[in-house]
């Protein structure tokens, strides 16, 4: 099947090196706009990577024909991919005159021509950068190991060659990557392709296997260490691609979480679809991407965030990468999403239902006419209300294909899934041609899983896996994860609206304000930051700070009693804890008291006070948490889950990327498990959830527009009051970088 249509977007600020390396900026004027307030780009360039992987010139430094040589086989491949690309080759070796019948040159220098790509067969690619760079190469390839994916020297001399690069004006695919960008690409398919990006090459080959049963490939980039071209950059040119129509990638680590989320943000623009395997999900499989590629994995529930945002669909399996991308490579958009299971056996159709639907697939009861049309060729006693059952005798006549029409005309289904368990000729080989002969007739979505585990069947070698409108699959899970990802993907686009559009441009007041409170490197007493979000408009209950009894008894006139008292200092945290904090006071009596235990207790334990807090007291509600983090790849995020001693007992938080607008913080509080507490249960009202939106999106303001001067903002607990009242924070803490 066809895919969809693919536009065009614009730049970030980079212009300079953007031009200068051929990159398309696209229509955006370079400037202030282009950046939010915390300074980070909301464009990003599209590298204009034609020259790569269709170059004019290559050039193979360290090139040799010599028997058992490395470079020989290297060379060889290379001169290969470059008569298959339409490219001249020369070979460039001080110590040779001739290799594989060609002239060899000593240096790029003495090259006849200027060249597009050099590949670089060398130990150390770092003393060839400037000439290189003299020479107006374009683009240049290292495979050389022993940088960052070695250890903290090896991170110093990745760090010095990018540096070089970033001067010399090319752009440097590697060190520590491999030759699978040169491998033999098919061009006898049609079709959409996926395009496909891996860290580790190795990890590729499931999907590069495709070509073989006839799915369509258009690029394959090993992106290595990532010392300057990035996955972000090959994600930004494949989406431009109109040939291609889904991205599949294997990331170790991300080399930039912003570069990762605005090249994401072009591909949602686009629709075109990115399937990712992200490794990192453990402790143990963190340590080991950096150990092969040497870069930060950072939080996998950060990233997983960032992925959600941007329409990432991600998978566990490579078995799954090749399945969920060939789907959404060549599957036109649905016209219905409605899911019908049709299968020659009750159980059969029983057990996919099931799975379907625990992965949440519609799957639709069938109209009464539909039902009626169906038992026309269908036996009375079997059901065909969704999944349908035929009773297997059907398929093996004229009916087979009248059944499969009258499922594919019905207007609520958009897809038909059939799960064939087996080969049982004739009757399997009758059916996989009705299915492939009616997607013929739809633009509708077949898919067929074709169960057997031997998979030399005719059935399914020549009909099914012939078919480029039939999608098919091995496994259950496998079909039911794709056709998810399929339905997902194109309700995500449909209304996509890219953040990075309305994200804010300049500073508020609010900022200049707040700003004034932030002291390099401490932590904010409760009373400082609560100013900080009342600069922001965040509700804080009524309150007063005072240093003396007799204070304390005026404030809580002033209040209103009941009142809670706190002791509020720099550096102070958890004071519950420490028992600096008295509730439910109800007395001018009970509030000197509280004074003078609460500067008791501090002065004995050493704490320095700048005084005590006598607050309003707020009690019904839900506890919210609300915050700030940085994360060491994609900087400053919001949370929002549970509050008060629940944050640290269940753990039900969700976490975004700024920048975010209204409806994606109403997607995190419909993630949390304890959802339903704001929904209101056992006779409660329900939550202000509009409030509690509010009180997020005005965090993740303060997240971008503090990001120089806040390491860390807890709002806990925000009591979210009933529908029509509003949130108070009751409690906060700010540490500043």
């Not at 003393?127 to 991170?155: D, N, Q, R, Y």
């Not at 209300?385 to 059944?403: S, T």
């Not at 900080?532 to 304390?552: D, F």
């Not at 409660?684 to 503090?706: C, G, N, S, W, Y």
């Amino acid at each position: 099947m066809l895919g969809s249509t693919h536009g065009s977007l614009s730049t970030d600020p980079r212009a300079a090196r953007a031009v200068a390396c051929g990159e398309r900026p696209g229509p955006a004027v370079h400037g202030a706009a282009d950046l939010d307030v915390s300074g980070r780009p909301l464009y990003a360039p599209v590298p204009d990577l034609d020259r790569f992987f269709h170059p004019d010139t290559v050039a193979v430094i360290g090139a040799s024909d010599s028997t058992g040589k490395p470079n020989t086989g290297i060379t060889r491949q290379l001169m290969a991919w470059a008569d298959r690309v339409g490219a001249r080759l020369f070979p460039v070796n001080p110590g040779r005159e001739v290799v594989f019948d060609l002239p060899c040159h000593a240096s790029i220098a003495a090259l006849p021509q200027p060249v597009d790509l050099a590949v670089l067969l060398v130990s150390d690619p770092l003393p060839l950068i400037e000439e290189l760079g003299e020479a107006k190469v374009k683009f240049a390839v290292a495979f050389a190991s022993g940088f960052a994916e070695t250890g903290a020297a090896g991170a110093a001399a990745q760090q010095r060659l990018a540096e070089a690069v970033t001067r010399s004006g090319l752009r440097l695919l590697g060190p520590n990557t491999n030759l699978n960008a040169f491998e033999r690409i098919r061009d006898d398919l049609e079709g959409p392709a996926i395009a496909l990006i891996t860290q580790s090459g190795h990890q590729g080959r499931p999907v590069f296997t495709l070509q073989e049963l006839g799915i369509r490939l258009s690029h394959w980039a090993p992106t290595g260490n990532e010392a300057d071209l990035e996955s972000a950059d090959f994600i930004s040119y494949f989406a431009e691609q109109p040939e291609v129509g889904a991205i599949a990638v294997y990331v170790e680590g991300l080399k930039d979480g912003r570069s990762f989320m605005l090249a994401a943000d072009r591909a949602a623009r686009n629709k075109v679809p990115i399937v990712a395997i992200k490794v990192g999900r453990t402790e143990t499989g963190a340590r080991t991407a950096a150990s092969h590629t040497g870069k930060l994995t950072g939080s996998d529930a950060v990233t997983d965030a960032a992925f959600k945002q941007f329409g990432v669909i991600r998978v566990n399996g490579l078995d799954e990468l090749q399945d969920t991308a060939h789907l959404l490579a060549r599957a036109k958009p649905p016209g219905a999403e409605g899911v019908v299971v049709y299968s020659i056996s009750g159980g059969t159709g029983a057990h996919f239902s099931d799975l379907a639907s625990a992965a949440g697939l519609p799957l639709p009861i069938l109209s009464e006419q539909k039902q009626t049309e169906l038992h026309q060729w269908i036996p009375e006693y079997l059901n065909v209300a969704n999944p349908v059952d035929n009773g297997g005798h059907p398929v093996g006549d004229w009916r087979g294909r009248k059944i499969i029409d009258a499922i594919l005309a019905d207007p609520s289904v958009g897809v038909l899934i059939c799960p064939i368990t087996g080969p049982f000729p004739p009757m399997s080989d009758k059916l996989a041609q009705d299915l492939v002969d009616a997607a013929e007739g739809t633009d509708k979505l077949v898919c067929v899983v074709w169960g057997s585990p031997v998979g030399t069947e005719a059935a399914y070698r020549g009909t099914l896996l012939g078919s480029s409108k039939v999608a098919t699959f091995r496994t259950f899970g496998n079909c039911v994860g794709a056709v998810k990802a399929y339905l997902d993907h194109h309700r995500f686009v449909s209304d996509y609206r890219s953040p990075f559009t309305d994200a804010p441009r300049t500073l508020s007041p609010s900022a200049r304000k707040a700003g004034a409170l932030l002291c390099e490197g401490q932590q904010l007493s409760e009373h400082a930051a609560k100013q900080l979000l009342r600069a922001y408009g965040i509700r804080v209950p009524r309150e007063q700070l005072v240093n003396s009894a007799a204070g304390a008894v005026r404030a809580a006139g002033l209040v209103g009693y009941p009142i809670v008292m706190k002791a509020s200092g720099a550096q102070l945290a958890h004071k519950t804890e420490l028992g600096l904090v008295q509730v439910g006071l109800t007395s001018a009596s009970q509030v000197r008291d509280a004074y003078r235990e609460l500067t008791d207790i501090a002065r004995f334990a050493d704490i320095a006070l700048d005084g005590v807090l006598v607050c309003q007291m707020v009690e019904q509600g839900v506890e919210m948490v609300v915050g700030v983090n940085r994360d060491p790849l994609f900087g400053p995020t919001v949370t929002v889950g549970l509050g008060g001693v629940l944050v640290e007992v269940l753990r039900d938080t969700v976490v975004r990327v700024p920048p975010f607008g209204a409806e994606e913080a109403h997607a995190m509080l419909r993630e949390l498990r304890g959802h339903a507490l704001l929904n209101g249960v056992r006779g409660r009202p329900p939550a202000d959830t509009d409030a509690l939106v509010d009180v997020v999106l005005r965090v993740e303001r303060v997240a971008m527009e503090l990001d120089d001067g806040l390491a860390e903002l807890d709002i806990n607990p925000l009591m979210v009051l009933p529908r029509g009242q509003g949130a108070v924070a009751l409690d906060a803490l700010a540490v500043c970088r």
